[in-house]
């Protein structure tokens, strides 16, 4: 797990990185959360927290009461784009499949239009 130091969100990692099931997988870093919770925010390029005036409509401001006026914005601390050993969590999307499908992931071996609800009308 290593390597995943010093990438950022937005690379490409190989799959035989994180382990050896993931052989052929190829995945791409979309985000994450640090040891205490604070999500990763792309565009701020350190391995630092760092706090960033949000407003309404941007990631990581959530809409709550009293925060509905125009132009209301909000001094919140968020984690950098670069993946840190503080990084507990990495969120991964599956660019490119490998051979075997991943283990317990249920939705590899169903179809998926017999999920997708649709409208009676």
Not at 72 to 89: F, H, P, Q, T, Y
Request: proline share 2%.
């Amino acid at each position: 797990m290593n390597d995943l130091i010093d990438k950022k969100i937005g690379n490409e990692v190989e799959g035989n990185v994180i382990n050896e099931i993931f052989e052929g997988y190829v995945f791409k870093i979309t985000g994450g959360f640090d040891k205490d919770g604070f999500a990763m925010k792309n565009g701020i390029l350190t391995q630092a927290r760092k706090r960033i005036l949000l407003k309404k409509g941007s990631k990581n401001f959530r809409f709550r009461n009293g925060y509905h006026r125009e132009g209301i914005r909000m001094r919140k601390l968020v984690r950098g784009c670069i993946v840190s050993a503080d990084i507990k969590v990495v969120n991964l999307k599956v660019i490119k499949n490998g051979a075997k499908p991943i283990p317990g992931n249920y939705y590899s071996y169903i179809n998926i239009s017999w999920i997708i609800p649709f409208n009676s009308n």
